[in-house]
Structures are given as structure tokens and as C-alpha cells.
């Protein structure tokens, strides 16, 4: 994530690409065609999509300098009539996969709970989406990738030629099952997993005003170290990581010598309707998207509107958008007609 530069990208600019790309005209049929435990969430959702088009991505208003966004008073970290099952799910409780789900761990937490993926498409360019590397404290950005692994599940043929999508809803499953105070942000010892990587680490990091434990070093924790060596197994062609709540799309970047991939960032904020901007509200060090950028991998931040929805419909159409670059097929290609247009 870009941070604290003092600059700005201009919008002008986006790498020039033959890919198809992806019209919002096909999200009605999408919706008829979700599966029912999916469709009252989105039915809710409809009425609560955030409107696009500010100037500048701004923090909640209920965020007042050195506070961290408390959970309001009543509400769950989840959407409405979200089941618990799901997050103990994701967070490695339920060790019985839907039998025919390509699915697979990519290392253990600290309490040794599996990180769980899972993969849609067999195509050479891969897409990575990671929720909750922020545990409870973000626990709706894990519900937003379960809800992307549902529709993945029961419509494969949205993944396109060439295109492989893969899935890893809770980065931080020590987190997820801590409830949804501050204290869920952190892994089971104690560390903030999004200063633990290896661009710019810092022994001091913060949140705000208010101190986090980044880790003894980069890479010290087994989350960290997981995702990392998933990472640089086979190096994706992008990856985004879903946090919640500023509101906004954020590119990672690492130094003048690996700049942030403005392309995605501009077709990220077409696609969703989150505005593209420089998270310059305080220092971050140690952020995995900037690690990612040094390793020459584009990687997005997306920061959902709110701590309790998943925002589901949006998110969706940002996949899509970057599916429509990556695929392979051309724009005649039945599959990307159906999906892009």
C-alpha cells in the first residue's frame, strides 16, 4: 500500500490493454442466479452499496485520531443474518470441505490452524483474493471471500480461459475466532500480520497513534511465512487483499524502484466504485502489498465501506474487471462475452 509519500497518482493514466472488459450490465442475472443461502444477503445489500465518486477516500467519520473503529453496539462483525458456522468454518474449526471443492491449506497459525484456499480454474494466470489477514477485527472481509467462493462454486464457467482464481478467506484464522475487539486484529501472539512483511519493516509500528507489535523481524510469524512462501511458489499475475473500513482502492509500492501498479488501481475503482487514492493517513511499514510490488507482483488493498457488511455485489464486479484483463480468450470468446459484456 502506498503510504505517507506526500503524492498523489494522477488518474490520468492506465496501461493500454486489448482485454475485454467487463460491463456492469450482467450483475442482475448474477443475483437471480445465486444460490439461495446468498441471496437475502445480497437482497440487503443492495439497498447499502456505497455511492462512488468522492474526490478523496477518507477515514469513518466515527474514527477520531488514536481510536481504532469500535464494533456499533449490537452488531456482529458480519452481515445480517450471517451463521456463525461460516467464520469457524473459514477459521479452520470445520475440517470437512464440500466434497467437491478443490481445497488446500498453505500452512498453520500460531495455534496451528490451517490457512485455507481454495481453487477455481486451471488457467496459468492466477488471481489471489485474501480476507481477514486482520482476524475478527475485519471478520465482514472474510465473509466477503466466502461469499466469492459460493458463487465461484456454483458458476465455474465465470472463470475464464487462462484464468485461475484462488481464494484464501482468513489469513489470520487466530484472529477470526477472537471475537471482533481490537484485540482480534492481531495473531495468537499478539502480532499485527500487515507489518510483518519484508518491505520497510520497522521495530516500531502503528496503527493511527496507537502502537502494534510488527513482529522479532520480517516474516517472523507462521501466517506471515505461509503466505509468503504461497506467494513465490508460483507467483500470481495479482493479487488483492480485502480490509475494512476506510473505503477505498490502495496499491502497494516499495521504494521509487517498484511503483504502485496504477492500471489495477484505476480499473479497480471503475469496476467497485471504491475511489483510487494514496493512503497517506499515517505511516504503515511492514504491509504485504508493498512486499508483493518489490517482488514485481501487482497487489491491491481494497477497504470495504463499513466493519459489518461484506459488500458483496461490488467486489465481485472488481473481480471480474481483472479477470476480463487477465483471461487469455479473446473479446469473441463465449465465456468473455457473457462475463465482460
Same mark, same amino acid.
Given at each position: 500500500?502506498?503510504?505517507?509519500?506526500?503524492?498523489?497518482?494522477?488518474?490520468?493514466?492506465?496501461?493500454?490493454? #486489448?482485454? #475485454?472488459?467487463?460491463?456492469?450490465?450482467?450483475? *442482475?442475472?448474477?443475483?437471480?442466479?445465486?444460490?439461495?443461502?446468498?441471496?437475502?444477503?445480497?437482497?440487503?445489500?443492495?439497498?447499502?452499496?456505497?455511492?462512488? &465518486?468522492?474526490?478523496r477516500v477518507s477515514l469513518p467519520s466515527t474514527l477520531a485520531p488514536?481510536?481504532l473503529p469500535p464494533m456499533p453496539d449490537g452488531v456482529t462483525p458480519?452481515? =445480517?443474518?450471517?451463521?456463525?458456522?461460516?467464520?469457524?468454518?473459514?477459521?479452520?474449526? %470445520?475440517?470437512?470441505?464440500?466434497?467437491? $471443492?478443490?481445497?488446500? %491449506? /498453505?500452512?498453520?497459525?500460531?495455534?496451528?490452524?490451517? /490457512?485455507?484456499?481454495?481453487?477455481?480454474? =486451471?488457467?496459468?494466470?492466477?488471481?489471489?483474493?485474501?480476507?481477514?489477514?486482520?482476524?475478527?477485527?475485519?471478520?465482514?472481509?472474510?465473509?466477503?471471500?466466502?461469499?466469492? /467462493? %459460493?458463487?465461484?462454486?456454483?458458476?465455474?464457467?465465470?472463470?475464464? #480461459?487462462?484464468?485461475?482464481?484462488?481464494?484464501?478467506?482468513?489469513?489470520?484464522?487466530?484472529?477470526?475466532?477472537? &471475537?471482533? !475487539?481490537?484485540?482480534?486484529?492481531?495473531?495468537?501472539? !499478539?502480532?499485527?500480520?500487515?507489518?510483518?512483511?519484508? +518491505?520497510?519493516?520497522?521495530?516500531?509500528?502503528?496503527?493511527?497513534?496507537?502502537?502494534?507489535?510488527?513482529?522479532?523481524?520480517?516474516?517472523? =510469524?507462521?501466517?506471515?511465512?505461509?503466505?509468503?512462501?504461497?506467494?513465490?511458489?508460483?507467483?500470481?499475475?495479482?493479487?488483492?487483499?480485502?480490509?475494512?473500513?476506510?473505503? @477505498?482502492?490502495?496499491? !502497494?509500492? +516499495? @521504494? $521509487? $524502484?517498484?511503483?504502485?501498479? $496504477?492500471w489495477m488501481g484505476e480499473m479497480l475503482e471503475e469496476a467497485t466504485?471504491?475511489?483510487?487514492?494514496?493512503?497517506?493517513?499515517?505511516?504503515?511499514?511492514?504491509?504485504?502489498?508493498?512486499?508483493?510490488?518489490?517482488?514485481?507482483?501487482?497487489?491491491?488493498? /481494497?477497504?470495504?465501506?463499513?466493519?459489518? =457488511? *461484506?459488500?458483496?455485489?461490488?467486489?465481485?464486479?472488481?473481480?471480474?474487471?481483472?479477470? +476480463?484483463?487477465?483471461?487469455?480468450?479473446?473479446?469473441?470468446?463465449?465465456?468473455?462475452?457473457?462475463?465482460?459484456?
Amino acid at each position: 500500500m502506498a503510504m505517507g509519500r506526500g503524492k498523489r497518482y494522477g488518474r490520468g493514466f492506465c496501461k493500454p490493454h #486489448p482485454r #475485454p472488459v467487463w460491463r456492469a450490465s450482467r450483475l *442482475p442475472a448474477i443475483i437471480f442466479t445465486m444460490s439461495r443461502r446468498t441471496t437475502l444477503i445480497l437482497i440487503v445489500l443492495a439497498c447499502l452499496l456505497a455511492a462512488c &465518486g468522492a474526490e478523496r477516500v477518507s477515514l469513518p467519520s466515527t474514527l477520531a485520531p488514536g481510536q481504532l473503529p469500535p464494533m456499533p453496539d449490537g452488531v456482529t462483525p458480519t452481515a =445480517e443474518g450471517a451463521d456463525d458456522a461460516r467464520l469457524a468454518a473459514l477459521s479452520g474449526l %470445520d475440517a470437512t470441505p464440500d466434497p467437491a $471443492d478443490d481445497r488446500f %491449506d /498453505i500452512g498453520r497459525s500460531v495455534e496451528g490452524r490451517p /490457512i485455507w484456499a481454495w481453487r477455481f480454474g =486451471e488457467g496459468e494466470r492466477r488471481l489471489v483474493l485474501v480476507g481477514a489477514i486482520h482476524g475478527g477485527f475485519e471478520a465482514n472481509s472474510a465473509l466477503l471471500a466466502e461469499l466469492l /467462493i %459460493d458463487h465461484f462454486r456454483d458458476h465455474p464457467e465465470d472463470v475464464l #480461459p487462462g484464468v485461475q482464481i484462488v481464494i484464501i478467506p482468513a489469513a489470520n484464522p487466530d484472529g477470526l475466532v477472537r &471475537g471482533s !475487539g481490537v484485540e482480534a486484529r492481531f495473531n495468537a501472539n !499478539g502480532v499485527d500480520l500487515n507489518r510483518n512483511w519484508g +518491505c520497510e519493516w520497522s521495530e516500531t509500528a502503528v496503527v493511527q497513534d496507537m502502537t502494534v507489535n510488527p513482529g522479532t523481524g520480517p516474516f517472523s =510469524e507462521p501466517e506471515s511465512q505461509a503466505l509468503r512462501d504461497f506467494f513465490l511458489t508460483k507467483p500470481p499475475a495479482a493479487v488483492v487483499f480485502y480490509h475494512s473500513a476506510a473505503g @477505498g482502492v490502495f496499491m !502497494g509500492e +516499495c @521504494g $521509487d $524502484d517498484h511503483p504502485a501498479a $496504477d492500471w489495477m488501481g484505476e480499473m479497480l475503482e471503475e469496476a467497485t466504485g471504491y475511489t483510487y487514492g494514496q493512503f497517506d493517513y499515517y505511516e504503515v511499514s511492514g504491509d504485504a502489498s508493498n512486499w508483493l510490488a518489490a517482488q514485481g507482483i501487482p497487489a491491491a488493498i /481494497i477497504e470495504l465501506n463499513t466493519q459489518t =457488511e *461484506p459488500e458483496f455485489a461490488q467486489n465481485l464486479r472488481g473481480v471480474y474487471a481483472l479477470q +476480463c484483463y487477465l483471461t487469455s480468450a479473446g473479446a469473441d470468446h463465449p465465456a468473455v462475452q457473457r462475463v465482460c459484456s
